[in-house]
């Protein structure tokens, strides 16, 4: 019977040590300027297409609205793993785990805020519009007399080739909307399965990944279902984003398995081989 504590000891000590991760991800940045506190996904800031890099700078009014914090800037206190499911029509899931702790935020994005069009200008309403539809301005192919317009437009207000005043006039005519709430549970998770759960994804190539994670059927639908998942630890940063594929990758087995261990295993299914879980 002497034994058995000393077994438990050793598994305790073994769970206690540092956890090590593969080559790859991101390193932290030195310092944090400006707006970049709000860009939740910094490193991918100067990666990303103009246009996609601005779509993604606004995620942080979600990761607000449900008070999760940016990954991407600063070590947490404890390991940290984030994984952000969302539907063409607003729905999102939000999956955190650390600590031993899974937490499962549910809701609906579309309702956060209100767009409230009368706390704008008529220019800037007009701007605003503009914007929309050929954000970020590039000439390069248009009609002569397309591109001689939005040259002389351009001119005139300067402020068009400014991402941060785009920010402005979307933030300007957004009303926080009071009625706006989402749904929250936690459950305790094992040391064992932490610890596996991160053996699993480390070896699924998971850090070497680019951010658009390439799948075994290709291209998916532009509407389509998917997640993006990150990891902060001590010494880096990863994220990668991943589109409804169903296919058998490691990389997509160990997501569907803390999506089995969440409980969301009906609701999220993404791997379409043996599951363990």
């Known amino acids: 019977m002497k034994i058995l504590p000393s077994i438990i000891f050793i598994c305790c000590l073994g769970c206690n040590e540092p956890i090590k991760y593969p080559p790859g991800g991101y390193d932290y940045p030195k310092e944090v300027k400006g707006d970049d506190t709000n860009f939740y996904h910094l490193p991918l800031k100067n990666i990303l297409s103009r246009r996609d890099s601005f779509r993604t700078a606004q995620e942080y009014m979600l990761y607000r609205a449900v008070n999760e914090p940016n990954l991407s800037i600063i070590p947490m206190e404890n390991e940290t793993f984030r994984v952000t499911y ?4 607003g729905e999102f899931i939000i999956v955190s785990l650390s600590a031993n702790i899974i937490t499962v935020k549910k809701g609906n994005a579309s309702g956060i805020y209100d767009q409230d069009t009368s706390r704008l200008t008529v220019s800037e309403n007009y701007h605003l519009r503009f914007l929309g ?19 002389s437009l351009t ?17 300007k005519q957004s009303v926080l909307n009071s009625q706006f709430s989402y749904q929250t549970r936690k459950n305790i998770i094992s040391q064992t399965a932490f610890h596996s759960l991160i053996k699993e994804l480390n070896e699924s190539g998971f850090w070497l990944m680019p951010y658009e994670a390439e799948k075994e059927c290709g291209d998916t639908p532009m509407d389509g279902d998917g997640f993006t998942i990150e990891v902060n630890t001590k010494t880096k940063y990863q994220i990668v984003s991943y589109s ?18 969440a409980g969301l295993g009906k609701e999220l299914h993404f791997y379409r081989g043996k599951e363990r879980d």
Do not use: H
């Not at 050929?134 to 939005?150: C, E, H, S």
């Not at 296919?247 to 398995?257: G, L, P, S």
């Open 86 to 89: 969302s539907t063409a029509f």
């Open 133 to 151: 539809q050929n954000y970020p301005i590039d000439t390069t192919g248009k009609p002569a007399w397309k591109k001689k317009y939005m040259d």
């Open 155 to 171: 001119r005139v207000f300067p402020e068009l080739l400014d991402a941060n005043y785009y920010k402005r006039l979307l933030l």
């Open 244 to 261: 409804d594929c169903y296919d058998t990758t490691r990389f997509t087995k160990a997501c569907q398995r803390l999506f089995n261990i």
